[in-house]
């Protein structure tokens, strides 16, 4: 049962129309609440990176995203100097007779200072919502780097000394699981699982999303997509496959599922060529249901 607390997560997101179950609304009070990175883990398209966009939203604060992908470094995800910008302003104070210790204490200070996404959060002047999404796609020595900053929430460049955190940020990282993550950035976060949602709560989120849909079709839609997921594919569609597919059936003024436009639309909602054949192959057992 929840408190008054939880109920205003969960009436939170609900303005923001996105469905939350008991588990998704407890896990995003306690990380707002006690300040404590969530870890979201799921297969991909299920809504893990809308959490933090609904937060961002709800609370009226900047979303900073960190896109990790292999071979991230942290110049990417800290800083960099704006050298062009640095021998420009070099160029310009040739000839004034300035020491070289005033010159570098010039060029190497905030103004020439490329902030990149943790960076950005930990300067921000009103606490950001923190997204690192897919950290599963970074190398292992990425994530250790990253334990470093998120349990000081500081930063030392050489050049001007430490920086700390005047608001930590809210901190949502998610994971597809392509590889598994440390023990050690498990022990620092809340964790959250999120699978493929069943189909009353999938209605429900096609119904939120796409308020003018036909409720038959919806349903038509969502039985479909639970017959799906039970298939063998190769790539198994997500929540956000459903809502494209929805989108793409309301602009064409379908009310239901004709077999010749559900052919039509396959490549919407399968993004690999053996998957299409798959379905077609088997269209009638789908609609018949």
Same mark, same amino acid.
């Given at each position: 049962?929840?408190?008054?607390?939880?109920?205003?997560?969960? /009436?939170?997101l609900?303005?923001?129309?996105?469905?939350?179950d008991?588990?998704?609304?407890?896990?995003?009070? =306690? !990380?707002?609440? =006690?300040?404590?990175?969530?870890?979201?883990?799921?297969?991909?398209?299920?809504?893990?990176?809308?959490?933090? #966009?609904?937060?961002?939203?709800?609370?009226?604060?900047?979303?900073?995203?960190?896109?990790?992908? &292999?071979?991230?470094?942290?110049?990417?995800?800290?800083?960099?100097?704006?050298?062009?910008?640095?021998?420009?302003?070099?160029?310009?104070?040739?000839?004034?007779? /300035?020491?070289?210790?005033?010159?570098?204490?010039?060029?190497?200070?905030?103004?020439?200072?490329? #902030?990149?996404?943790?960076?950005? !959060?930990?300067?921000?002047? #009103?606490?950001?919502?923190?997204?690192?999404?897919e950290?599963?796609?970074?190398?292992?020595?990425?994530?250790?780097?990253?334990?470093?900053?998120?349990?000081?929430?500081?930063?030392?460049?050489?050049?001007?000394?430490?920086?700390?955190?005047?608001?930590?940020?809210?901190?949502?990282?998610?994971?597809?699981?392509?590889?598994?993550?440390?023990? !050690?950035?498990?022990?620092?976060?809340?964790?959250?699982?999120?699978?493929y949602?069943?189909?009353?709560?999938?209605?429900?989120?096609?119904?939120?999303?796409?308020?003018?849909?036909?409720?038959? =079709?919806?349903?038509?839609?969502?039985?479909?997509? &639970?017959?799906?997921? &039970?298939? #063998?594919?190769? /790539?198994?569609?997500?929540?956000?496959?459903?809502?494209?597919? !929805?989108?793409?059936?309301?602009?064409?003024?379908?009310?239901?599922?004709?077999?010749?436009?559900? &052919?039509?639309?396959?490549?919407?909602?399968?993004?690999?060529?053996m998957?299409?054949?798959h379905? /077609?192959?088997?269209?009638?057992?789908?609609?018949?249901?």
């Open positions: 049962m929840f408190s008054n607390e939880t109920e205003q997560i969960q /009436k939170m609900e303005e923001q129309n996105y469905v939350a008991s588990a998704i609304i407890m896990s995003v009070y =306690l !990380a707002k609440t =006690l300040h404590k990175p969530l870890l979201v883990e799921g297969p991909a398209g299920v809504g893990k990176t809308e959490i933090a #966009k609904v937060m961002a939203k709800a609370l009226d604060t900047d979303l900073i995203r960190l896109q990790c992908y &292999e071979g991230l470094d942290a110049n990417m995800a800290l800083y960099e100097w704006n050298y062009q910008r640095q021998l420009l302003h070099i160029k310009l104070e040739e000839g004034e007779g /300035k020491s070289l210790e005033e010159r570098e204490s010039t060029i190497f200070s905030e103004d020439f200072l490329l #902030k990149r996404p943790l960076l950005q !959060a930990i300067t921000n002047p #009103k606490p950001p919502v923190l997204l690192i999404d950290l599963d796609r970074s190398d292992e020595e990425f994530e250790s780097f990253l334990l470093e900053i998120l349990s000081e929430w500081q930063i030392t460049i050489p050049e001007i000394g430490s920086i700390c955190a005047k608001e930590k940020p809210y901190v949502i990282l998610t994971s597809n699981r392509t590889r598994e993550l440390s023990d !050690a950035v498990r022990r620092r976060c809340f964790y959250l699982w999120m699978d949602p069943e189909y009353e709560k999938e209605l429900a989120i096609v119904r939120s999303k796409i308020p003018g849909i036909d409720r038959h =079709l919806a349903e038509q839609i969502c039985v479909f997509m &639970e017959m799906i997921r &039970e298939q #063998k594919l190769e /790539k198994v569609p997500g929540v956000a496959e459903t809502l494209d597919w !929805a989108r793409a059936l309301v602009t064409l003024h379908q009310d239901h599922l004709d077999p010749e436009m559900v &052919e039509a639309t396959l490549g919407i909602v399968f993004k690999n060529r998957d299409v054949e379905v /077609k192959d088997s269209m009638t057992d789908f609609l018949s249901r």
